[in-house]
């Protein structure tokens, strides 16, 4: 894997943060980069400690794994400075010189919009007006900011050299493809193309440079804030399943709907996936919980992991059956 890109198939919280800590642990990762912002939290279950990361690249876990935040990375300078603390990185991460930064007038601006706020349901950390200042080319950049004069650094030329001399990189793509700008379910989306060409250019990388780009798909759908979900059910309905959940970053209630197989296709064609993820697959099974091995699963949950390859053409290599980062079914050679 020199160079992989991790991408979230739905409307985010696949565990994609879940399926970074295993591939940092697993394959020693050299770098990752996290692109995106902080609307985002990416879940880490490690030895026992729970981390919901909105900044730091969720491969933290690998002591050896360089952290950087791509050009295209918006930054909210408190957030990232806790959680470098909270991690422990202060001596392997770093910040793009031209990242940019939110203001706290961002989440005030967000929180006031009656239209974000109301009908699109953002997570009002300011991410969206963030982005409006830096496309009216009047945003700070992480550059002019004092606090972040020890990370600096410039992201494409650190990742693009690692690759050269053949070091395994990993870009962390945050969201998922239904929430996307440009490809998502408009107008409830977020700020930014989420797609896997878009985490590539947020990073700095081509797309020649790319060796595997892996969807991870949860084993049913969840959503925050509105739009649309097909085969939506009730919170009773999902606290019968054991698929109710809340958020991670804003905890607000996470609503919930069966795994859609035209969903996953359109998914993996517009990432132009190569791989899958599939987690918590021990929810939507129960008999499966702590699974090492494909063997070891149930039938009719070996029927569903077929279902998707089958319908989307590429293999599930990696099956989630509990949340730490080490509960994982490998089938990758
Ligand atoms: P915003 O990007 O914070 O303005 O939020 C816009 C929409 O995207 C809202 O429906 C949010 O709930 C959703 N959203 C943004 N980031 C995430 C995420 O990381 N996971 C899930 N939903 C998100
Ligand atoms: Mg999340």
């Known amino acids: ?70 050009a295209g990375s918006n930054i909210e300078v408190k957030q990232l400075l806790e959680e470098i603390d909270q991690t422990n990185t202060k001596n392997r991460i770093g910040v793009d010189n031209q990242a940019s930064i939110i203001e706290e007038k961002h989440a005030i601006q967000d929180k006031a919009n009656a239209h974000l706020k109301q009908v699109v349901g953002t997570t009002g950390r300011g991410v969206g007006p963030a982005i409006e200042e830096r496309v009216r080319r009047t945003a700070k950049l992480a550059k002019d900011i004092l606090e972040l004069k020890p990370y600096l650094t410039d992201v494409s030329e650190e990742v693009n050299n690692a690759m050269d001399i053949g070091k395994k990189v990993l870009l962390e793509g945050t969201q998922g493809l239904l929430l996307s700008l440009y490809h998502g379910t408009y107008p409830y989306v977020t700020g930014r193309d989420t797609s896997a060409a878009a985490i590539c250019s947020e990073a700095g990388v081509g797309p020649t440079k790319v060796d595997e780009v892996l969807i991870v798909f949860k084993s049913f759908m969840t959503r925050v804030g509105a739009g649309p979900l097909p085969g939506e059910i009730t919170k009773e309905e999902a606290i019968k399943r054991g698929w109710f959940e809340t958020a991670a970053g804003t905890g607000r209630d996470r609503r919930s709907a069966p795994f859609n197989f035209e969903l996953a296709k359109k998914a993996v064609t517009l990432n132009g996936a190569t791989q899958a993820a599939v987690t918590k697959l021990d929810i939507l099974f129960p008999t499966c919980k702590g699974a090492k091995t494909y063997d070891d699963l149930p039938k009719d949950a070996k029927q569903f992991i077929k279902e998707i390859e089958k319908q989307t053409s590429i293999p599930v290599v990696l099956i989630g059956t509990g949340p730490e980062a080490l509960d994982i079914i490998d089938r990758r050679k």
């Open 1 to 70: 894997m020199p160079c992989t890109v991790i991408v979230g198939a739905f409307w985010g919280d696949e565990g994609k943060g879940k399926i970074i800590s295993y591939l940092a642990l697993k394959d020693k990762l050299d770098v990752c980069v996290r692109t995106g912002s902080v609307n985002a939290a990416h879940t880490v279950w490690y030895k026992g400690n729970r981390y919901a990361l909105h900044m730091v690249p969720a491969a933290f876990v690998y002591e050896k794994c360089r952290l950087l935040i791509g």
